[in-house]
């Protein structure tokens, strides 16, 4: 499909069909986020699948009371708890007085997905060809959810999938960024394609420098794996390939690292577009 500038910021009443699509969630076991934003981001967000909210004894600031106030409002049960009692539940980690448990968020599939983009303007996906450690995956998680993007795509299989390292790592994003493995990478990002966003692969030896690829309209960003890359097919489904500069001796960013640069690139090309 031949894309245009002209039409990189329309709407697709595209919808693949897809199957083994299921809506529903595990709810054996609820994972624990903390930190003032993550908690009262998934309270506004999706209060129904926070199961408690647990405050230090020694805080009552005015963030901390919003927080409290919020989760009553919710329904959601509130505890006062003692701060050293806190830190040994949880460790040496910047929970800054506020923990909640709550119910992991689901897997999403193709339809979630697509029908997510649907309403989505200017929708900033990023997607990972094969990324293997999950420590990786927990930073990208956190930097697409900093970044505002809808999703971020796997493959299912040769792949690292969230688990507890990943949320660890995460801090908070596990919970709020929808994760979406994907049987056929390359047969995802053709349909993303058909659906009217530009396929922005990465690349050290990418013809255009990112900063002059134009990142402001529907976007999927496609990272390589560690050490690999990305693979032939993938490049091949790429509209345009673009790299980072690199003024030192190092060959090579971390995939986390560079993701989290050509994600900024992205926010920082539409709040620049935002303020014209």
């Given at each position: 499909?031949?894309?245009?500038?002209?039409?990189?910021?329309?709407?697709?009443?595209?919808?693949?069909?897809?199957?083994?699509?299921?809506?529903?969630?595990?709810?054996?076991?609820?994972?624990?986020?903390?930190?003032?934003?993550?908690?009262?981001?998934?309270?506004?967000?999706?209060?129904?699948?926070?199961?408690?909210?647990?405050?230090?004894?020694?805080?009552?600031?005015?963030?901390?009371?919003?927080?409290?106030?919020?989760?009553?409002?919710?329904?959601?049960?509130v505890q006062r708890v003692d701060a050293n009692a806190m830190k040994s539940s949880l460790g040496d980690v910047a929970h800054q007085g506020v923990v909640a448990e709550v119910m992991p968020l689901r897997p999403w599939s193709e339809d979630d997905l697509f029908d997510a983009l649907q309403t989505a303007k200017d929708p900033l996906l990023l997607a990972l060809d094969g990324v293997q450690d999950p420590h990786n995956l927990g930073a990208c998680l956190r930097t697409a959810d900093a970044c505002g993007a809808v999703a971020v795509i796997v493959p299912r299989d040769r792949a690292a999938q969230v688990n507890a390292t990943v949320r660890k790592v995460a801090v908070g994003a596990a919970e709020t960024t929808p994760v979406v493995a994907v049987t056929n990478l390359v047969r995802t990002l053709k349909l993303l394609k058909e659906a009217g966003l530009w396929i922005v692969g990465a690349d050290a030896e990418g013809a255009k420098p990112a900063h002059e690829a134009d990142l402001k309209g529907g976007t999927v960003l496609v990272m390589g794996a560690e050490g690999a890359g990305l693979r032939h097919l993938t490049k091949q489904t790429c509209d345009w390939m673009v790299r980072l500069p690199q003024l030192g001796t190092v060959e090579s960013l971390n995939v986390s690292v560079a993701a989290g640069m050509l994600l900024y690139e992205a926010v920082r090309q539409r709040m620049v577009a935002a303020r014209k």
């Open positions: 499909m031949k894309h245009s500038k002209s039409n990189s910021n329309s709407k697709s009443n595209f919808k693949p069909k897809t199957s083994g699509s299921s809506n529903t969630s595990n709810t054996s076991n609820a994972e624990t986020i903390y930190g003032l934003h993550p908690v009262r981001v998934l309270l506004e967000r999706s209060p129904e699948r926070v199961v408690g909210v647990r405050l230090t004894d020694r805080r009552d600031d005015p963030r901390t009371k919003e927080i409290e106030d919020l989760a009553r409002k919710q329904g959601r049960p």
